[in-house]
């Protein structure tokens, strides 16, 4: 089953409302995630490190204002865009890294998809 | 920067057909390889990995060898199922921020009985 559930898995907003996605970790602490955004056709990028605890890490020309991240708690990140519009439509997806023993292994939520009109 | 460049799909095959499906990547030092699969209404799954040149990973009958003289690192299956249509994406990690990973843009495998 799931080990890091995202949520929702598709959302269709007006231009200018926020949209706030969740990412958990269902049965382990992760005190590091992942925000990914996948434009159609094109590859997934890494948006940002969210960190539990302090401020998450943002990629170069990614807008922190635009895209809040918070680490709220060891097993939940959430991503909020802010004002949305049309050009934010776009996949979501996050990660979570979970160690098993020497190794670590990603895994990752089912992404969402913003649809914004 | 770093790159990854796979095949434009979909890829459209016949139950038992040889599946091939290409991933080049740019990177400086040794980076770490990886395929992972998207089931539809699932999230991404390690499908297989590989850390090193001329390693091969593989998985559920799925291969892929790690060929730094043609920095290439190409999955293949010899006999596919309906079961493994899905998105494929080619991804590498050249940090030690396993998270920091650099996907290609995914290809898309469907299979047809």
């Known amino acids: 089953g799931a080990v890091v559930s995202q949520h929702p898995s598709r959302v269709i907003c007006k231009s200018g409302t926020s949209v706030k996605i969740e990412c958990r970790s269902l049965d382990f602490q992760a005190t590091t995630m992942f925000w990914y955004r996948q434009f159609p056709k094109k590859s997934l990028m890494l948006m940002a490190t969210?960190?539990?605890?302090?401020?998450?890490?943002?990629e170069q020309g990614v807008e922190k204002d635009k895209f809040l991240i918070n680490h709220a708690s060891l097993t939940l990140s959430t991503l909020t865009v802010t004002s949305a519009h049309p050009e934010d439509s776009s996949f979501y997806i996050c990660?979570?890294?979970?160690?098993?023993?020497?190794?670590?292994?990603?895994?990752f939520g089912s992404g969402t998809q913003l649809s914004v009109l | 920067g770093d790159s990854v460049t796979q095949m434009e799909g979909p890829v459209t095959l016949s139950e038992e057909a040889f599946l091939t499906i290409n991933c080049t990547y740019t990177?400086?030092?040794?980076?770490?390889l990886f395929w992972y699969v998207q089931y539809p209404g699932e999230g991404l799954q390690l499908l297989l990995k590989a850390t090193k040149a001329d390693d091969k990973g593989s998985n559920k009958g799925f291969e892929a060898t790690y060929r730094k003289e043609t920095t290439s690192f190409h999955l293949e299956k010899g006999s596919v199922q309906v079961s493994d249509s899905a998105v494929y994406f080619c991804?590498?990690?050249?940090?030690?921020?396993?998270?920091?990973?650099?996907f290609g843009q995914g290809t898309t495998l469907q299979v047809k009985p």
């Open positions: 969210s960190n539990e605890g302090s401020k998450a890490t943002y």
């Open positions: 991804a590498l990690s050249s940090s030690s921020n396993t998270g920091k990973l650099i």
């Open positions: 990177a400086t030092g040794y980076p770490s």
């Open positions: 990660s979570a890294p979970r160690s098993t023993g020497l190794n670590e292994k990603l895994f």
